[in-house]
């Protein structure tokens, strides 16, 4: 994960396509972006805002033929997030 502003925030791979960091603090008062390597390739989303949301169960991700899908999973015991979509190139 990075901030616009520079700072970096490495997750650890706990099993295959599976990245955990545990106390991950982002300040709102940034826009971060996600930044994948795989390989030779490599991916970035756009800088987006920070928004509110509930705490994330898991973030995963798998190759496909034309780059890759990513999945994160949360719950919100409040109903009050619905659904959130990223898009990469």
């Known amino acids: 994960i ?4 520079g ?3 490495f997750l650890s791979e706990i099993t295959p396509g599976n990245y955990n960091r545990t106390n991950l603090d982002l300040p709102e008062t940034d ?3 996600l930044h994948i390597t795989t ?3 490599e991916y970035f989303s756009e800088y987006i805002e920070m928004k509110p949301s509930p705490s994330l169960d898991s973030i995963t991700w798998r190759p496909l033929d034309d780059g890759v899908a990513i999945y994160v999973n949360a719950h ?3 109903g009050n997030t619905r659904y959130y979509q990223w898009t990469y190139e």
Do not use: H, I, K
Request: charged share 50%.
């Open 2 to 5: 990075e901030a616009e502003s």
């Open 7 to 9: 700072t970096r925030f």
């Open 31 to 33: 826009r971060y972006r």
């Open 39 to 41: 390989g030779q390739d």
């Open 76 to 78: 919100d015991e409040t």
